[in-house]
């Protein structure tokens, strides 16, 4: 239980808490502004209660993704206080960037779409809604700019002992972090769909606003089906990125041990870390993973046994997350088919109604296992190649750390206990006149 033990158990908590709000976020704006201009263009009242339904529950969740994110910020000056030092001025300007620009932008167009129904011209609310999903995304980018930076470094130079700015825009045109901030992006619209379509499944078991919840259903179905067969497709060029980019981080994934050509992938593996193999291997497929890291089945990967074993991450946890990832990555694609293909009698089936319900925490699992293998996957490193994990802690006391991570734990407890309970509230309530 030491300082940067402590340290790195406290950023996670804090930010897969915090993650539990921004894909919803970033989904559900983009679903309200379609239903609000759908409602501007066509004169639609049902579009207008949808808007006003679904909109309150993207304002609870807003409020809860602002609440809890603002902290992290902190956490580099107070936790990580070596690594703002060590590369503030490439990562200082990308996070001021979001503050200053995107999320304030944000935060300003929602007081006047929450204020403007009746101040503002039908065209023009619906306007400020599609300018605060554009805002959404681009708060969302500017933040996935900063960690591709961490696991892809480049545009910088090393002067006087400090990494230094020397070309933004290779930072942000960078290939990983446009593929991150696409693998992002989606799987905020598919955790978002899958919400819609959850709730909507609840009360169409009830047969409650029964044309309501339908229409619903069916907009946030071909948003989930869409996007979930997209981030397939993004996510296996992300993987050959990462291959090339991050050989250790590809290595964990799979449970590769050894270099070979025609590298296979495990249906499943459970890694032996201590003697440098699997303990279980089941339905290996020859030359997959050598196909899905270089396109050519005869393409060496390396192992882990390439590095040293202080610089492999967990191959437990990251292998362990990417599976659950994967897995229920193939979930979304088959449950959005079977949507597709009865979208019109969905009433006529309850146990897929019922398991649409199931699934709204799905998503959240998906998107919480992506991101550890994202940061997992990373260790040692901090900044990959370029700064360790534990050279960038703060030079403080473990009690002083074991405290807060303890605040961090009670506080947000209390507030994700009041945000899920505003949110289940008013999502049974349905819409109100």
């Known amino acids: 239980m030491d300082v940067l033990f402590l340290s790195r158990l406290q950023f996670a908590a804090a930010t897969l808490f915090h993650f539990l709000f921004v894909p919803l976020t970033l989904g559900l704006s983009v679903l309200v502004a379609y239903m609000e201009i759908q409602y501007a263009r066509t004169g639609d009242e049902m579009y207008l209660k949808m808007t006003k339904f679904w909109g309150k529950l993207f304002l609870i969740n807003f409020a809860m ?71 959404s995304t681009l708060s969302a980018l500017w933040i996935l700019v900063a960690n591709a930076w961490m696991q892809h470094p480049v545009g910088y130079t090393i002067r006087d002992g400090r990494a230094e700015l020397t070309d933004l825009s290779a930072i942000i045109f960078s290939k990983f972090a446009i593929l991150e901030f696409l693998h992002t992006i989606s799987s905020g619209y598919i955790l978002a769909a899958f919400f819609v379509m959850g709730i909507c499944s609840y009360h169409l078991l009830k047969k409650q606003h029964i044309e309501f919840f339908s229409r619903s259903f069916k907009i946030a179905l071909i948003f989930g089906l869409v996007f979930s067969f997209f981030e397939v497709i993004e996510g296996d060029l992300h993987g050959a990125d990462v291959a090339e980019k991050q050989p250790a981080k590809m290595a964990a994934m799979e449970c590769h041990w050894e270099t070979k050509g025609r590298a296979p992938v495990f249906l499943f593996a459970w890694p032996d870390e201590e003697n440098e193999r699997n303990a279980i291997e089941i339905g290996p497929i020859p030359g997959l993973l050598s196909f899905l890291a270089f396109k050519n089945i005869d393409a060496e990967v390396l192992g882990l046994k390439e590095f040293p074993k202080d610089e492999r991450p967990n191959v437990l946890i990251t292998s362990m997350a990417f599976k659950i990832m994967v897995g229920l990555g193939t979930l ?81 407890g209390l507030l994700g206990v009041i945000g899920f309970y505003l949110i289940g509230k008013n999502a049974k309530q349905g819409p109100t006149a």
């Open 332 to 412: 979304f694609c088959l449950l959005t088919i079977v949507g597709w293909v009865i979208r019109d009698r969905l009433l006529e089936y309850p146990l897929f109604l019922k398991i649409m319900l199931f699934s709204i925490p799905l998503p959240y699992i998906a998107a919480s296992m992506g991101w550890i293998v994202t940061e997992v996957g990373r260790q040692p490193w901090i900044v990959y190649g370029l700064m360790k994990t534990q050279d960038a802690v703060s030079p403080v006391n473990a009690i002083q750390v074991f405290t807060s991570l303890a605040a961090f734990i009670l506080v947000y």
């Open 65 to 135: 993704g602002v609440v809890t994110g603002i902290t992290l910020e902190f956490q580099f000056g107070t936790n990580w206080s070596r690594y703002s030092t060590y590369v503030g001025d490439i990562f200082g300007p990308l996070l001021a960037i979001e503050a200053t620009v995107a999320f304030f932008l944000e935060s300003s167009l929602l007081g006047v779409w929450i204020f403007g129904w009746k101040k503002l011209s039908r065209w023009a609310h619906a306007t400020v809604m599609g300018l605060i999903a554009i805002a």
